[in-house]
């Protein structure tokens, strides 16, 4: 059990090291962008499937409570939390358009949507993106090795693993990086030696 565990270790901080070092200066694109949306009074909506969904929710609760100092709440919405409008969608339409559809309910040009697939290829976070763009949202993917993910977002961040669980891992941390630019770009005093 020891060597599985140390492999483990070894296998994600490799994966993400390569990872983040490759995007340094998209994570910094990505975290302008996002702070500029939220700034001018526009919101961040994410959304996936399984442990992406729960990702999304994730970052979301990060930026609507906090991340790492107190500050105002920022306005982000998971996509993947209401059950009612998710099996409402998903029973009279297809289970492919549960994100367009609130995309088009909720998202305003220049909002950003932020759609997680450890594929590159879950149709229904390809058609919100699709969706995100036909109404003039930003659009930032977090994926894997790409897929069509990656030719439907104006940022992807593409983890270079197949193992779903190192992509996750990765995504959780770029998206605390985010989080952290976020606030250090719009909450600056906060930060303050």
Not at 123 to 145: C, D, E, F, H, K
Request: glycine letters at 8%; aromatic letters at 4%; charged letters at 20%.
């Amino acid at each position: 059990m020891k060597d599985i565990i140390l492999n483990t270790l070894t296998e994600s901080l490799a994966v993400k090291e390569r990872c983040i070092r490759d995007n340094v200066p998209q994570l910094s694109e990505a975290a302008e962008r996002m702070a500029a949306c939220l700034a001018s009074g526009h919101k961040i909506l994410l959304f996936g499937n399984g442990g992406s969904a729960a990702d999304a929710q994730h970052l979301a609760a990060e930026f609507v409570n906090r991340f790492q100092v107190e500050r105002p709440p920022l306005a982000a919405v998971a996509l993947t939390t209401d059950t009612s409008v998710l099996t409402s969608i998903g029973n009279d339409y297809d289970f492919d358009a549960i994100f367009a559809k609130q995309i088009q309910a909720l998202g305003r040009r220049d909002d950003i949507a932020l759609g997680l697939s450890t594929s590159g290829n879950s149709s229904n976070v390809i058609a919100g993106m699709q969706a995100a763009q036909q109404i003039g949202l930003q659009r930032i993917g977090l994926s894997g090795r790409g897929g069509q993910l990656k030719d439907n977002s104006e940022l992807v961040f593409c983890v270079p693993s197949d193992t779903t669980a190192r992509i996750q891992e990765t995504h959780i941390t770029i998206g605390h990086i985010l989080c952290d630019l976020v606030d250090r770009i719009l909450f600056p005093e906060k930060f303050a030696a």
